[in-house]
C-alpha cells in the first residue's frame, strides 16, 4: 500500500511543490483564457484531502483559489473553467469533496460561478490507470493543464507519458520521487516504466538523480515533436525529488521558466544551490574561476551572436528557452555586448515572446 501522504502537515518540500504548482497554475490561467478558449481543463490525478491536518491546502483548493482571481477574465471572454480531481482512497474523496464544496459555497463570487456553469468540477474516485485512458480525449481536445503527483516513477511509462507528450495543447507537470531510483533503480518493476544511467548516477553528486532521470525522459520524444521538458528538483532531509515540467509551446515553456527562475534566482532549478554556484567566486589553482549556470549561458550566448550562429531574436529567443533560461539573462549580455560595439539593435533586442511569437516581429542584429 502507498504511504499516505495525508496522515501528517505538508512538509517543507511538499509545501514547495505545492507552491510552484499553485505559481505556475497562476501564470497558466490567464493565458487560454485571455485568448478566449471556450474551455479550459486542469487535471489533478492524484488529488489528496484538500487540507493536511494543519488546514494548509492542497492542490485543489489552490487551483480553485486561482480561478477565483481569475472569474472577471473568465466573465469577459466566456470561457467555461472544467476542474477534474481524483483521488482513489475512498475516505480522502469524501474529504476532498466536502472540502471543495465548502470553500466554493462559502464564496459568493465562486458560488456565483458555479451556479452559472462558468466553474464546473468533478470529484472521481478511481484508479488512475482506469481513469486516465478514459479522460485522455478531453484532455486532446481542450487547453489543459495536468498535474500528475504520484509515488515513485510508475507513471511515467509511456502508456501515460507518450500521451501527454503527443498532445497538441497540454501542459504537465509530473512529481517524481527521485529517491526512489537509490532503493529500487535495479529492479525489473522500476525499469519497465522508466531507465537511467547508473554509470553516470554513480559518477554525479546524488542530487543530481533528476536530471538523469529527465535526460532518459526526452530520448523517448519522438524526432519532430515540439515539447520540452524542463526540471525543477526538491530537496526534502537527505532525499531528493522533482518536478519534470512539459509543454510544447514556448509560451507555456516561458511562464514555467519564470516560474522556476522566482523561485530560485541562483539556477532556476532546485530550491537549493543545486550545482553550488554561490561558491564559484574564486579563482582556482590553474587561474581560472568555474562559471554559474548564468554566467555559462551568457558566454555560450556570446558566442553564439559573435560566430552569427545565433542572428535574430528568435534564434536568441528560442537558444534562450532550450538552456532552461529566462530572456532578461540574455538581454542582460546583449546590451554589455552593444556597449562593447559587438552587436547592433535599435533600443531594445526584442528578445520576448510577444515580440518573437505574437507579433511575429523579427529583426536581425548587426
Known amino acids: 500500500m502507498g504511504k499516505n501522504l495525508h496522515s501528517k502537515p505538508f512538509d517543507d518540500g511538499t509545501l514547495k511543490k505545492l507552491e510552484i504548482f499553485e505559481l505556475y497554475t497562476k501564470e497558466w490561467l490567464p493565458t487560454f483564457i485571455m485568448s478566449k478558449s471556450q474551455y479550459i481543463c486542469i487535471f489533478d490525478f492524484f488529488a489528496g484531502t484538500g487540507y493536511d491536518l494543519n488546514n494548509i491546502p492542497g492542490s485543489p483548493i489552490r487551483i480553485l483559489r486561482q480561478v477565483k482571481g481569475q472569474l472577471g477574465n473568465i466573465y469577459q471572454n466566456k470561457t467555461k473553467v472544467y476542474l477534474i480531481f481524483n483521488e482513489f482512497d475512498k475516505t480522502k474523496s469524501e474529504q476532498l469533496k466536502n472540502a471543495c464544496d465548502i470553500f466554493v459555497d462559502s464564496d459568493n463570487e465562486l458560488k456565483r460561478a458555479k451556479a452559472n456553469k462558468v466553474l464546473n468540477y468533478k470529484i472521481f474516485q478511481e484508479d488512475f490507470t482506469k481513469l486516465f485512458p478514459r479522460l485522455i480525449k478531453y484532455i486532446n481536445k481542450y487547453p489543459s493543464l495536468v498535474f500528475l503527483d504520484q509515488n515513485g516513477v510508475k507513471f511515467t511509462s509511456d502508456e501515460y507519458f507518450m500521451p501527454l507528450v503527443e498532445s497538441k495543447c497540454t501542459d504537465f507537470l509530473y512529481f517524481i520521487s527521485s529517491s526512489y531510483?537509490?532503493?529500487?533503480?535495479?529492479?525489473?518493476?522500476?525499469?519497465?516504466?522508466?531507465?537511467?544511467?547508473?554509470?553516470?548516477?554513480?559518477?554525479?553528486?546524488?542530487?543530481?538523480?533528476?536530471?538523469?532521470?529527465?535526460?532518459?525522459?526526452?530520448?523517448?520524444?519522438?524526432?519532430?515533436?515540439?515539447?520540452?521538458?524542463?526540471?525543477?528538483?526538491?530537496?526534502?532531509?537527505?532525499?531528493?525529488?522533482?518536478?519534470?515540467?512539459?509543454?510544447?509551446?514556448?509560451?507555456?515553456?516561458?511562464?514555467?521558466?519564470?516560474?522556476?527562475?522566482?523561485?530560485?534566482?541562483?539556477?532556476?532549478?532546485?530550491?537549493?544551490?543545486?550545482?553550488?554556484?554561490?561558491?564559484?567566486?574564486?579563482?582556482?589553482?590553474?587561474?581560472?574561476?568555474?562559471?554559474?549556470?548564468?554566467?555559462?549561458?551568457?558566454?555560450?550566448?556570446?558566442?553564439?551572436?559573435?560566430?552569427?550562429?545565433?542572428?535574430?531574436?528568435?534564434?536568441?529567443?528560442?537558444?534562450?528557452?532550450?538552456?532552461?533560461?529566462?530572456?532578461?539573462?540574455?538581454?542582460?549580455?546583449?546590451?554589455?555586448?552593444?556597449?562593447?560595439?559587438?552587436?547592433?539593435?535599435?533600443?531594445?533586442?526584442?528578445v520576448n515572446y510577444d515580440q518573437v511569437y505574437k507579433s511575429k516581429n523579427i529583426i536581425t542584429y548587426e
Do not use: C
Not at 522566482?262 to 564559484?280: H, P, V
Not at 548564468?294 to 528560442?318: A, P, S
Not at 534562450?320 to 529566462?326: F, W, Y
Open 181 to 350: 531510483v537509490a532503493r529500487f533503480g535495479d529492479t525489473d518493476e522500476f525499469l519497465k516504466h522508466i531507465s537511467y544511467d547508473k554509470e553516470r548516477a554513480q559518477k554525479e553528486p546524488p542530487t543530481w538523480i533528476h536530471r538523469n532521470i529527465l535526460d532518459q525522459l526526452r530520448k523517448r520524444i519522438p524526432k519532430g515533436n515540439k515539447t520540452k521538458l524542463y526540471p525543477f528538483t526538491i530537496k526534502k532531509n537527505v532525499n531528493v525529488y522533482g518536478i519534470v515540467f512539459g509543454a510544447s509551446h514556448p509560451r507555456a515553456v516561458d511562464k514555467f521558466l519564470t516560474t522556476a527562475w522566482k523561485e530560485n534566482s541562483i539556477n532556476g532549478e532546485a530550491n537549493f544551490d543545486i550545482y553550488d554556484d554561490q561558491n564559484k567566486n574564486q579563482i582556482t589553482l590553474f587561474g581560472d574561476k568555474p562559471l554559474t549556470k548564468i554566467e555559462k549561458f551568457q558566454r555560450d550566448l556570446r558566442d553564439g551572436l559573435v560566430t552569427k550562429q545565433l542572428k535574430t531574436n528568435k534564434d536568441v529567443y528560442d537558444f534562450t528557452l532550450e538552456q532552461g533560461h529566462i530572456p532578461s539573462h540574455a538581454v542582460e549580455e546583449m546590451k554589455k555586448m552593444k556597449k562593447e560595439g559587438l552587436i547592433k539593435y535599435d533600443r531594445t533586442p526584442k
